[in-house]
Each structure stands twice: as C-alpha cells, then as structure tokens.
C-alpha cells in the first residue's frame, strides 16, 4: 500500500460519474459531497501484495496515520482512493476491504474519519498547508 498525506484547512469532493474500476459504492444524494476543516488527506493505493495480508497492512498504515495526526494534532482524516500512486493495484474489493478496515481502526482510535466513495471520479477542492509535514509519502 502507498499513501500520499496533506494536512489541509480544507477539503470539499463531489462525486461526478462514474470511475474505470467495476466496482463502484452504492452513493446517496447526500453522500455525494464530502466535506472537512483542519484534517488529513490520506490517498491511498492498495497494491497487489497487500492482498495476502490485509490486516497486516490495515493496521500498519492507521498506525502511520495515527502518528502523523496526533504530530500534528489532527483530529479529522479523509481516505481517498487513488489508484495514481504508480503501483500495481490490488483488486478492487480487497482495496475497498483495506480502506474499511483502516476507517475502522482509526474511528476506533478516536478520529473523525471521512471516506470518498469508492470507484467514482470526484471534483477536489482543497487548501493545503505549507510546512515540513504537511505532505508526507509512506509505503506500507
């Protein structure tokens, strides 16, 4: 897995149509837009070895998150697929599997967390910060 983390003042995605992958979450009106203050932008690429060990990669990377937000006194974090980090891309399922997991064990630490619909091409509005940490690269 490969993530790519902004600390933002601010964040707003709408969903527009539908994206490449075949599978795609079931998206209410008003699940369309996603929206956040002060956070942690988190796109996220779930590669083809993490398939064999999902739940290795789901708690490295909210570790990796956690530490990061708690740095920086972030209370909010926003996963966003993006499948763009140059990897072999896990299946779609799996991804969406990991992505779950990892809204899990952060909610279950404490944090506010948003997630992008999966499978859709979204607008993107953001206001990042400038400084040391505010965009940081792991792999997972």
């Not at 990669?57 to 926003?78: D, F, G, H, P, W």
């Not at 990897?87 to 967390?113: C, H, M, N, R, Y």
């Amino acid at each position: 897995m490969r993530i790519l983390i902004w600390h933002l003042d601010s964040f707003r995605s709408e969903v527009t149509e539908k994206g490449r992958s075949p599978l795609r979450e079931e998206v209410a009106e008003k699940e369309r837009v996603t929206e956040a203050q002060e956070s942690l932008l988190v796109y996220a690429a779930c590669e083809k070895s993490d398939e064999a060990r999902v739940e290795v990669v789901v708690s490295k990377c909210a570790e990796e998150i956690t530490k990061l937000a708690r740095q920086l006194k972030v209370n909010t974090v926003i996963l966003h697929s993006f499948a763009h980090l140059f990897v072999e891309l896990a299946a779609p399922s799996i991804a969406l599997d990991i992505l779950k997991g990892v809204q899990a064990q952060l909610t279950a630490d404490g944090f506010t967390v948003l997630r992008t619909p999966f499978g859709w091409f979204n607008t993107l509005e953001l206001k990042a910060k400038g400084h040391p940490l505010s965009r940081v690269a792991r792999v997972i």
